[in-house]
């Protein structure tokens, strides 16, 4: 079936620093969102994004639905400890009728 | 304010065993589904429904079935557990209109040994 590419797999980056991630698609999606997973829950919604070139933000975290509609990215500015966890992005593929597909996360860790 | 509940938080099988994962969401959505979540795997979709007495496979089925007697429910249950199945599941549900996204459950860690 379909699937997302993400990268990286895993960030090691220290206090203060920012942070970006993406994910691929070799289809067009109409809606990319983003997630956020903490040790030992569930994931929670960042960002969610619906138009082509869209870019949004959520504090410290921006996202951009790319021209293509086949790619979208996650910026974090100024990383904190509690940024600790995994991202995911997800897109919906067969228009507003489709399932959600994840990514196979990004998994950051921050060094205080 | 609970959102998706899902029950029980930690379980460990023997091999051959049968249980059930109970979730319960109480935000009157329409959809409902089930994951699992395995290191450098993401999260792949089990089973998923789109309504009451509805169901239909996800990507990864195979050693599990589930039901939706009720709305708000939806059942997970291994016939007889495998090593294989030893994961964390994440159930989530979402209305009908799934770009506004799923909410996810806090998870099941299951080990079978």
């Known amino acids: 079936g379909q699937q997302l590419n993400q990268s990286p797999q895993s960030m090691f980056i220290q206090e203060g620093e920012d942070v970006s991630m993406n994910c691929t698609s070799s289809s067009i999606f109409n809606t990319w969102l983003w997630y956020k997973q903490d040790p030992g829950e569930g994931p929670v919604l960042l960002i969610a994004l619906y138009k082509a070139g869209e870019l949004t933000s959520n504090g410290r975290l921006t996202a951009q639905f790319g021209i293509t509609r086949k790619d979208s990215f996650l910026n974090i500015s100024a990383s904190i400890p509690s940024d600790v966890g995994i991202y995911f992005c997800?897109?919906?593929?067969?228009?507003?009728?489709?399932?959600?597909?994840f990514g196979k996360g990004t998994k950051l860790s921050v060094k205080p | 304010n609970a959102g998706v509940t899902q029950t029980p938080k930690f379980r460990v099988l023997k091999t051959g065993q049968s249980m059930t994962l109970l979730c319960a969401q109480d935000?009157?959505?329409?959809?409902m589904y089930w994951y699992r979540q395995d290191p450098g795997m993401g999260l792949r979709l089990i089973h998923y429904?789109?309504?009451?007495?509805?169901?239909a496979k996800g990507e990864v089925p195979d050693g599990y079935n589930v039901s939706r007697l009720k709305k708000q429910n939806f059942l997970l249950g291994l016939e007889s557990a495998a090593p294989s199945q030893t994961s964390v599941y994440f159930c989530?549900?979402?209305?009908?209109?799934?770009?506004?996204?799923?909410?996810f459950g806090s998870g099941t860690r299951l080990t079978v040994v």
């Open positions: 429904s789109v309504g009451e007495g509805t169901t």
């Open positions: 935000m009157n959505h329409e959809y």
């Open positions: 989530a549900s979402s209305s009908r209109y799934r770009g506004l996204g799923y909410t």
């Open positions: 997800a897109g919906q593929e067969g228009g507003s009728q489709g399932n959600l597909i």
